[in-house]
């Protein structure tokens, strides 16, 4: 009873129509970088690696800056549900696309339908979702789980994807994926209506969903708020340049360790006479937020009732730049050792699950963090922002990729896990001063 009592089943609508929705995304992500690639003789485009990671780039980019505009339509003028389910419909469009595409003309088309759906999509449902929950107490926890609901379909789909295109084709998977986005606007629609009761019915600037009748209040922001609204954009400012790191790292997994189509294969991806598809690296990285999920969710509940309460998110995000910058030591490490020789694919493990460690550290919480701190008024928006904050490492990590792979591997990708390591040091120490931003009253 007390779960039922923490987490409604409109809890897990929302959760569950992000785990449909990122199935299809996370898929497509492996899938371009690859298509692109690949010979055409094999069903791909037979582009250099370099143009294909920054068209992989441009898709995961522009899907990150639609939600700011699409949280400022949720916070003013319309329904964030009808938001969520038309942005569903939009994306699963997009994804149709893909199917058609034979040049580069239906992939930007697909880039350009996704995006704009996810923009409606993605920051809305994560608020409507904070809505269910009135003690703030366990938002950490409750978004956590979320969050192992995204990792589900991230594993679900890279896991098979790779299967379903070596059996029929690449443009097949984008089909696929389409099914499962209008699949996905008929649950959250139909189930949405059913469960959520008045949680995103309104927009989200009219305040508390039982105060929707409520004059929309126009007082300016009071000092305490903009020191949290600061708060928020210094957090997601650092988070860039995780973001930043954390993409990149599929890069050189694909191009330079991996096994598939016009990739180097630095590392023996072989287990017996199976080839391992390069799409598994993403699903390690699923599976591990999956199976971290409920046990961080447990350690910040736990750990919050004690004396010192829990770690700060400043702590949390800086403690996940560490274990991301470690993990580009690991990899380094891993190409010195080799030396003419084949990588094991147990260092390629190692990377996945450390910037998995990293992701999970404070990734999660920032819908928490800004759900507890933002202005209600400003709440979509900031959402957004979050999202919007992924834009800037996830268009230019394509460009930075082509820059290293004209590099020597260790001095490069070395400099790379050095800067953000000292990062992540850096905002464990500035803890203290920008926490008072969160704590300051009028």
Avoid at 172 to 199: M, P
Avoid at 255 to 263: A, E, I, M, R, V
Avoid at 325 to 348: K, T, Y
Wanted: overall charge positive.
């Amino acid at each position: 009873m007390e779960n039922k009592k923490k987490y409604p089943f409109g809890f897990y609508v929302c959760s569950f129509t992000f785990t449909l929705e990122r199935m299809a995304f996370y898929s497509s992500k492996w899938l371009i970088a690859i298509w692109i690639v690949a010979a055409t003789a094999k069903g791909g485009l037979g582009l250099e690696p370099a143009q294909g990671a920054m068209m992989s780039a441009n898709f995961v980019a522009f899907t990150y800056i639609t939600p700011m505009i699409g949280g400022y339509i949720a916070d003013h003028w319309i329904s964030p549900r009808i938001c969520v389910t038309v942005g569903a419909i939009l994306m699963g469009a997009g994804y149709v696309c893909g199917y058609f595409a034979t040049g580069s003309a239906m992939v930007w088309m697909m880039i350009i339908l996704v995006s704009i759906g996810t923009g409606l999509f993605k920051g809305n449902l994560s608020g409507v979702n904070g809505q269910q929950f009135h003690e703030k107490e366990i938002l950490d926890s409750a978004f956590t789980i979320q969050y192992s609901f995204v990792n589900i379909g991230s594993l679900i789909g890279t896991t098979f994807v790779a299967f379903v295109a070596r059996a029929v084709s690449y443009n097949f998977c984008f089909l696929v994926c389409g099914i499962l986005l209008f699949l996905d606007a008929a649950w959250f629609g139909i189930l949405g209506k059913k469960h959520l009761g008045e949680c995103g019915k309104y927009p989200f600037k009219q305040g508390q969903v039982k105060e929707r009748t409520a004059a929309v209040s126009r007082t300016p922001l009071t000092h305490s708020q903009r020191d949290k609204v600061f708060a928020i954009v210094m957090v997601t400012i650092f988070s860039i340049v995780f973001w930043l790191v954390w993409y990149l790292t599929y890069m050189p997994v694909y191009y330079y360790w991996g096994p598939d189509s016009g990739c180097l294969n630095h590392a023996n991806w072989m287990i017996g006479s199976f080839t391992v598809p390069s799409s598994w690296f993403d699903s390690v990285n699923g599976l591990a937020c999956i199976l971290l999920g409920p046990v961080l969710a447990a350690f910040w509940s736990k750990k919050a009732q004690t004396p010192k309460g829990d770690l700060s998110m400043f702590k949390k995000t800086g403690l996940g730049m560490v274990f991301m910058g470690l993990a580009f030591m690991v990899m380094c490490f891993a190409d010195i050792i080799r030396g003419e020789n084949q990588a094991s694919l147990l260092w390629i493990l190692a990377v996945g699950l450390l910037m998995s460690l990293g992701e999970m550290v404070f990734s999660p919480l920032g819908n928490s963090f800004i759900t507890k701190f933002a202005p209600k008024e400003l709440l979509g928006l900031l959402l957004g922002f979050w999202a919007f904050a992924i834009f800037i490492p996830a268009k230019s990590y394509g460009y930075l990729f082509a820059i290293l792979e004209k590099q020597n591997f260790v001095a490069g990708y070395g400099t790379v896990g050095l800067i953000v390591l000292a990062c992540g040091v850096v905002l464990w120490f500035a803890d203290k001063k920008l926490n008072k931003l969160l704590t300051a009253e009028d």
